[in-house]
């Protein structure tokens, strides 16, 4: 049933005409009708629209709307059909005015652009809900089986978990090579992860030949525990090639445009919320004494430390005769350094009033101001202490590329590992991800990351 994706995909070419037909029509209709009076007869419209929609359709094939990796009713194929519907009323503006020869009304090409992006949405919507119904009758599902060591298939199946693909269907996991050739020869997978080990072992080498010759998806996941991976330029350099090794794509205009984005959105952020940073800090004032803001000596972009600013969710201590932040308890401090995430399930040092503001993330408002400020960015890695960094580098010294990558960018409020598992994630795993985010960073990717975090802070999904 692999062939499924293929059928739903290529249905969607007249779905998408039909609905772009309905958009023009529906355009003319409301225009004669709110007017009493139209430029062009009908005949002669329908036809110039059967031509424009021909053209908008192309116009999605250019945008990858027709992608088959491209899952029904995803952010993915939102925002590339407002982009594919505006591509579409540009091109058609041109065309049309360009000819000269038909009296078009600018009204109605407003109207059909904006019923094209609602209509072409509600169908995809549609031929989606079709689609899971059919994947959840067992029909068209793409049958995975990942192969690896525990501590890397889990990393994988977690990834798998977190994209909540209805069309994917895990079938085996944590087995050894031989294994899978076993399940690749009866047919019973189509696709297979190789989620550990190196591509010039002759055990992997064997996996891919046997995923080839019988039809299967082979597909590896790069040892991220030992390489950071990179990116390249190449250069000419007077005859001489040359490559350079980038620590990340954030820069040029992606760099100033996210700058700009981080300015708008905190500063948006801490008016918005100006009534719940009055009440948070009154609450916290008569829940226990102590200051009402907590500054921490954080590391940020190439490894220049600066104060982060979060409302105080701990007690306060009194050490050698001064009240201080209970995070000077060493002994708790100690406890909490000994766990796989560098996190304790139950914090003793945790207020009541703490715990509340951690579990909806109030308590991370004010960094916006250390955004605004430029020490972090909206989205990005996580916000880590010294002392972090170097008993990760002592513990798991495979991880030194990983952490120096991470480093490359500014800290974010919120990021990849926040929205895949927030504190029930590795401390590991967490390093990997950033390092990865460091590494591949890109503004559409950043949009999507924003609108993961909502349902996760709403759930307070891994927060403690």
């Not at 300015?263 to 948006?268: E, G, N, P, Q, V």
Request: proline share 3%.
């Amino acid at each position: 049933m692999r062939k499924l994706p293929k059928i739903l995909t290529i249905i969607l070419v007249p779905l998408d005409f039909c609905a772009v037909m309905a958009s023009f029509l529906l355009a003319y209709t409301f225009r004669d009708y709110l007017n009493e009076v139209f430029l062009m007869p009908f005949s002669q419209f329908a036809g110039l629209a059967l031509l424009l929609a021909l053209l908008w359709t192309f116009s999605f094939i250019l945008t990858g709307l027709y992608s088959f990796s491209l899952k029904r009713g995803s952010l993915d194929e939102l925002l590339k059909t407002i982009l594919g519907c505006s591509t579409a009323i540009t091109l058609s503006l041109a065309a049309v005015y360009s000819v000269k020869q038909f009296a078009f009304s600018r009204l109605v090409i407003l109207l059909t652009w904006v019923l094209s992006i609602l209509l072409v949405v509600l169908f995809r919507y549609l031929l989606g809900l079709g689609q899971s119904l059919l994947y959840r009758a067992g029909k068209g599902t793409v049958r995975v089986i990942i192969v690896g060591d525990e501590k890397n298939t889990k990393l994988v199946q977690r990834g798998y978990e977190a994209l909540n693909d209805p069309r994917v269907e895990i079938t085996a996991s944590y087995i050894d090579v031989k294994q899978a050739i076993k399940v690749i020869e009866k047919h019973e997978a189509d696709e297979v992860v190789l989620a550990s080990g190196r591509m010039d072992n002759p055990e992997a080498e064997e996996l891919m030949e046997t995923c080839e010759s019988c039809g299967i998806i082979f597909k590896f996941v790069p040892d991220i525990f030992h390489s950071a991976g990179v990116r390249v330029a190449t250069y000419d350099l007077a005859g001489v090639p040359m490559i350079e090794i980038k620590a990340t794509a954030l820069e040029g205009w992606s760099q100033i445009i996210k700058r700009l984005e981080d300015i708008f959105f905190s500063s948006a952020a801490l008016i918005a919320t100006s009534p719940i940073l009055l009440l948070t800090a009154i609450a916290i004032k008569l829940d226990t004494p102590g200051t009402i803001l907590y500054r921490d000596r954080r590391v940020g972009r190439n490894g220049r430390e600066f104060d982060l600013y979060k409302f105080r969710s701990m007690s306060m201590i009194v050490k050698n005769g001064e009240m201080v932040h209970a995070i000077e308890n060493e002994e708790v401090e100690e406890l909490k350094a000994k766990q796989k995430n560098y996190k304790l399930e139950h914090d003793p040092r945790v207020t009541k009033v703490g715990y509340f503001i951690r579990r909806t993330s109030i308590d991370e408002l004010p960094q916006f101001w250390n955004v605004l400020r430029g020490e972090m960015s909206v989205v990005g890695p996580r916000t880590y202490r010294d002392i972090e960094l170097r008993q990760q580098r002592e513990r798991f010294p495979d991880t030194k590329a990983l952490v120096r990558r991470l480093l490359t960018v500014k800290p974010g409020i919120t990021g990849i590992w926040q929205v895949s598992g927030r504190s029930e994630i590795e401390f590991t795993e967490r390093v990997a991800m950033d390092a990865y985010y460091a590494t591949n960073t890109g503004l559409l990717g950043d949009f999507k990351i924003i609108l993961r975090t909502i349902p996760v802070v709403v759930k307070g999904s891994g927060a403690m």
